[in-house]
């Protein structure tokens, strides 16, 4: 069974950074694509950006340019960083990984971005 633990989020200014990271563990083989999403209050969950085990990458309209995803196969992990933030960018962030035909999913991060 696959977890994801996700780690760095919290509270920060308008055009602050932040940088996300997922660690995967419990896969016996390598994990193909690793994504983040994001949910906001009322809003329902949207894919953020995702990553290939390749390093092929995509990322939503609304962070790109602003947005990195990368990922680091030796450590089975992927990070998420986030510059230029802006309010609309608060929500919990997750972590997900399909693997298998079961589509996995980490607890969770909060990002608020307020002054």
């Known amino acids: 069974q696959v977890q994801l633990v996700e780690s760095g989020g919290g509270l920060v200014q308008p055009g602050g950074s932040l940088r996300l990271s997922c660690a995967a563990s419990?896969?016996?083989?390598?994990?193909?694509?690793i994504a983040w999403y994001r949910q906001a209050p009322g809003k329902q969950r949207e894919l953020v950006a995702r990553?290939?085990?390749?390093?092929?990458?995509n990322y939503a309209d609304s962070v790109w340019g602003r947005f990195t995803i990368s990922r680091d196969n030796a450590k089975n992990t992927v990070y998420l960083q986030m510059n230029s933030l802006k309010p609309e960018d608060t929500a919990v962030y997750y972590c997900?990984?399909?693997?298998?035909?079961?589509?996995?999913w980490g607890q969770g991060t909060q990002v608020t971005v307020s002054s």
């Open positions: 997900n990984a399909p693997y298998y035909s079961v589509n996995y």
């Open positions: 990553i290939t085990s390749g390093g092929s990458r």
């Open positions: 419990g896969s016996r083989f390598s994990i193909d694509v």
